[in-house]
C-alpha cells in the first residue's frame, strides 16, 4: 500500500498528473520569454480590467441617478430637457416615448445625472412612469404656469399619482414642482400654484380614500396623502417637495437664453 501511494504521489496525484505536461510546457515557455514583453503584456491586461470595472461601476451609478422630467402635454418638458443639455433653444413636440441623456451639473464635483424626459400624453405618461420610477433619484415636475388654471385638476391628479408612486419607493426621491412659462403676462407664482394644489390635493386624497381598496394601484402604497383629519400641505409629506419658477423658452424670444438657473441650481444641489 505504502508503495501504491508512493508512486501516485510520484505521477503527480490522479488526474493532476494528466495536466503535468501542460503546465511543465507552459512554465517552460514563460521561463524562456522575454521579461519586458511579459510586463508589458500584464500592464495592458491591468488597464484594460480596470476600463471594464470603471465603466460597470460608473453605469451602476448613471442608472442610480436618473432625473424624471414629468408633467402634462405642452408644460415645457421636452424644451426645458433640451435646454438644461445644449442651452439652445429648439422647437418641440409631444413626445410618444422616453429620450434621455447624461448631464452634467454646474458644481465643484465634476457629477452627472442621467435625464430622462418622459411622455405627457394622458395615455402613455402613467405607464412610462410606472418603467423608470425605481431608478429615481430625483422627480422634476413641469407645470405651465400660463395655463395652469384651466389645468389645475388634470395636474393635480397627475401629480397626486407621482406623489403616491414616489411615497412608495424604498428610497424617496427629490422632489421639485418648476413653475414653467413665466415668461408669458398671464404666468401664476409658484407660490399661488402651491396653494391651489395644495386644495386640489386636499379634495383627491378625500376622494381617493373613500374609493374600494380594489382600485388602488397598489396595497403597499400609503392610501392618501399628509395626515389625517388635517387640511393637505406639501410639508406633511416624507419627501421634501420644493418649488419655483423658471422660463424654458426664455423672455427674449427663442434667441434668448432660458431663465433656467434655478433649476441647475436644484440639480447641482441633489447631485
Known amino acids: ?25 507552459l ?30 461601476v460608473r453605469s451602476r451609478r448613471s442608472s442610480q441617478r436618473a432625473v424624471l422630467l414629468v408633467g402634462l402635454c405642452d408644460s415645457g418638458k421636452t424644451l426645458l430637457f433640451v435646454r438644461l443639455l445644449t442651452g439652445l433653444y429648439r422647437n418641440t413636440q409631444t413626445s410618444i416615448t422616453d ?17 430622462i424626459d418622459l411622455p405627457g400624453h394622458e395615455s402613455l405618461r402613467l405607464q412610462f412612469l410606472e418603467r423608470f420610477k425605481t431608478s429615481a433619484r430625483a422627480v422634476v415636475f413641469v407645470v405651465d404656469s400660463a395655463a395652469f388654471q384651466r389645468e389645475v385638476k ?40 402651491q396653494q391651489q394644489l395644495e386644495k386640489e390635493l386636499n379634495t383627491l386624497r378625500v376622494t381617493r ?30 419627501l421634501k417637495v420644493e ?11 427663442d434667441t434668448g437664453p432660458a431663465g433656467i438657473q434655478d433649476v441647475e441650481k436644484w440639480l447641482a444641489k441633489i447631485a
Not at 504521489?9 to 510546457?25: E, K
Not at 465643484?108 to 442621467?114: D, E
Not at 418649488?243 to 424670444?253: D, I, N, P, T
Request: positive net charge; charged residues 20%; proline residues 4%.
Open 1 to 25: 500500500m505504502a508503495a501504491a501511494g508512493s508512486r501516485r504521489v510520484a505521477d503527480g496525484g490522479g488526474s493532476g498528473g494528466t495536466f503535468q505536461p501542460y503546465l511543465d510546457s
Open 27 to 56: 512554465r517552460h515557455e514563460l521561463q524562456h520569454r522575454d521579461p519586458t514583453l511579459l510586463s508589458v503584456v500584464v500592464a495592458l491586461l491591468a488597464v484594460l480590467l480596470t476600463l471594464v470595472f470603471w465603466k460597470f
Open 99 to 115: 429620450s434621455s441623456a447624461v448631464y452634467r451639473v454646474n458644481n465643484n464635483r465634476g457629477n452627472s445625472l442621467t435625464l
Open 154 to 193: 388634470d395636474v393635480a391628479e397627475f401629480l397626486y399619482q407621482v406623489l403616491i408612486d414616489s411615497m412608495g419607493l424604498k428610497n424617496t426621491p427629490a422632489f421639485l414642482i418648476a413653475c414653467n412659462k413665466q415668461d408669458i403676462a398671464m404666468a401664476k407664482s409658484a407660490k399661488l400654484i
Open 209 to 238: 380614500s373613500a374609493a374600494p381598496s380594489t382600485l388602488e394601484s397598489s396595497s403597499t402604497v400609503p392610501a392618501q396623502l399628509g395626515k389625517k383629519g388635517k387640511e393637505f400641505e406639501f410639508s406633511q409629506l416624507p
Open 243 to 253: 418649488f419655483l419658477e423658471c422660463s424654458a423658452k426664455g423672455g427674449r424670444g
